[in-house]
């Protein structure tokens, strides 16, 4: 007579299979939420989101006669340059520090912008350009600075 009904074994060694991951989701959201990521990931979705933000900045950059010389013909800012660059939103979202890269037919630079919304429209207090390809012309040129 054999009694197949009772199991041998600890509770966990029986429903490992849905313990494990299920401790494992909930030890990644606990440091995903206590490091400060989703600080990050918020401001970069913010970042993917306002495409007039980058966009105005780099019409500025486009009518900079230096930059233009230094980099040629400027590419428009694909969203993957964004989620590459960095970006920190402050104040409930209406001040923004942010450096993204830009792709001219001459080289490569980075453009950094410091800007505060005012009434729905960002007000630039910082761009510049750090240009960092060709090598033998690597500077920084401003393209508009707060007085």
């Known amino acids: 007579m054999t009694n197949n009904s009772i199991r041998q074994g600890t509770w966990l060694q029986h429903h490992w299979k849905w313990f494990v991951p299920t401790i494992t989701v909930i ?3 606990i440091l995903f939420f206590s490091s400060g990521m989703n600080k990050v990931a918020s401001d970069l979705s913010n ?8 966009n105005d900045a780099l019409e500025k950059v486009k009518a900079n006669n230096a930059a233009i010389a230094v980099l040629g013909e400027i590419k428009p800012i694909d969203k993957l340059a964004i989620l590459e660059g960095q970006v920190s939103y402050s104040e409930n979202n209406t001040s923004v520090k942010s450096s993204i890269r830009i792709i001219g037919s001459k080289g490569k630079a980075r453009l950094d912008i410091i800007a505060n919304k005012v009434n729905a429209e960002w007000v630039y207090k910082t761009i510049t350009v750090r240009v960092k ?12 600075s707060e007085n």
């Open 27 to 29: 030890v990644f959201l």
């Open 47 to 54: 970042a993917y989101s306002d495409t007039e933000l980058y």
């Open 133 to 144: 390809q060709p090598k033998d012309k690597k500077q920084t040129i401003a393209i508009v």
